[in-house]
């Protein structure tokens, strides 16, 4: 077998050598990364640890703690139960404070004619400051909605001028109702008349127009129910106040303005002497240029100390002597009466409205 040459023995011996080198690095890289592993696992461990420290101990809560948390959970439910308790009670008086209020409101006395939505009614304001919010509220909203039904009974004629007072019922009535019109027809549009007449209605509902003064009551709370809404005491007398409440509703072809008054308000002197009152003043769009205003008035007979006067008593009061005259005449002069008396009123309510009094308050409007 021949030798193996020098050149050939080199290259074996670099082949050995870098073999040796190539094992060497992968030893070092393996040593370095299994090292690297270990600290780690090294670090890990003390994490670990640490977080083992910070356990709570696995121990259950003393019986005292956990009875006293159960106590304090009994009072509060108990205190939550005796709040809502107390809540109902309040809820169930005022239902039962506003279903005998709105039965009472809604109980009417009789009228001449069998006309129901000129029947009146002794209503009190209550005290209690819910039951009175909704009393403002349901009382105003009760003559918006028969407004309707006072325009029937009021029979206007659907066109012209209209300015009378009727007293209604006959001598056989006990009773009697006095109502009051106005229709005025205006060359604008409604909403160009309403902008004229808004101000001087809404005098009228606040009693600027008239010489009794006005104290104005509840507010914040008449405010919360409707920006224009206006509760007002006008005091007549020592023995009578009018307690009247006044709003406005507006609709697209129709405003309606009302006022009407409460017999007592809980709050304020109570009234021996009162009448009740009943007003709506409507603008009606009749076409593109022209509207319609009607007012009417409701007035019912005077209540003295809660028991209503007949026409006879309220003549008596007059001091007429009628001593002579059959019913029917007492009747017929009674009626005249209370016509001569009232008529002025109404008159000048129909100036002030048509714009030949006042003048500077709105822009003429009849042509």
């Known amino acids: 077998m021949p030798q193996p040459t020098s050149e050939e023995l080199r290259r074996s011996e670099h082949q050995r050598l870098r073999n040796r080198l190539k094992q060497k ?16 696992i090294d670090d890990l461990r003390a994490v670990v640890t640490r977080l083992e420290a910070r356990k709570p101990p696995k121990t259950s809560l003393p019986w005292k703690i956990i009875a006293g948390g159960l106590a304090q959970a009994s009072v509060e439910s108990r205190l939550t139960l005796e709040v809502l308790r107390q809540r109902a009670d309040a809820l169930d008086d ?22 129901n939505v000129l029947a009146w009614n002794q209503v009190t304001l209550h005290a209690e400051p819910t039951t009175r919010k909704l009393g403002l509220d349901w009382f105003t909203q009760h003559m918006y909605y028969n407004t309707d039904r006072i325009l029937a009974a009021a029979a206007f004629p659907s066109k012209g001028t209209v300015r009378d007072i009727a007293v209604l019922g006959s001598a056989a009535d006990d009773l009697l109702h006095v109502l009051g019109r106005i229709q005025i027809e205006f060359d604008a549009p409604l ?35 409707d920006p224009k ?25 129709r405003i309606v303005f009302l006022t009407g008054n409460f017999n007592q308000d809980a709050l304020q002197p109570v009234n021996e002497m009162w009448r009740p009152r009943m007003f709506w003043f409507l603008l009606e769009r009749v076409g593109p240029s022209k509207t319609r205003l009607r007012w009417v008035s409701c007035t019912g007979p005077r209540i003295d100390r809660g028991v209503p006067m007949t026409w006879r008593e309220d003549m008596a009061s007059l001091d007429l002597d009628v001593s002579d005259l059959s019913d029917d005449a007492q009747f017929t002069q009674y009626q005249h009466v209370l016509e001569r008396s009232w008529m002025p009123l109404l008159v ?4 002030f409205l048509a714009n030949n009094a006042d003048a500077t308050d709105a822009a003429p409007l009849i042509t």
């Open 25 to 40: 690095r992968h030893r070092d890289r393996f040593t370095t990364e299994r090292s690297q592993l270990l600290a780690r």
């Open 94 to 115: 005022l239902a039962r404070a506003m279903a005998a209020w709105v039965a009472a409101a809604s109980t009417k006395h009789p009228v001449p004619g069998g006309s």
């Open 191 to 225: 909403w160009a008349t309403y902008a004229a007449l808004e101000s001087k209605i809404w005098r009228k509902l606040r009693g600027d127009t008239y010489p009794w003064v006005s104290q104005f009551l509840d507010e914040e709370m008449t405010q919360s129910i």
């Open 229 to 253: 809404m206006v509760y007002r005491r006008s005091p007549m007398d020592a023995d009578e106040s009018n307690y009247y409440v006044s709003r406005e509703f507006a609709s697209q072809d």
């Open 348 to 351: 000048s309510d129909f100036a």
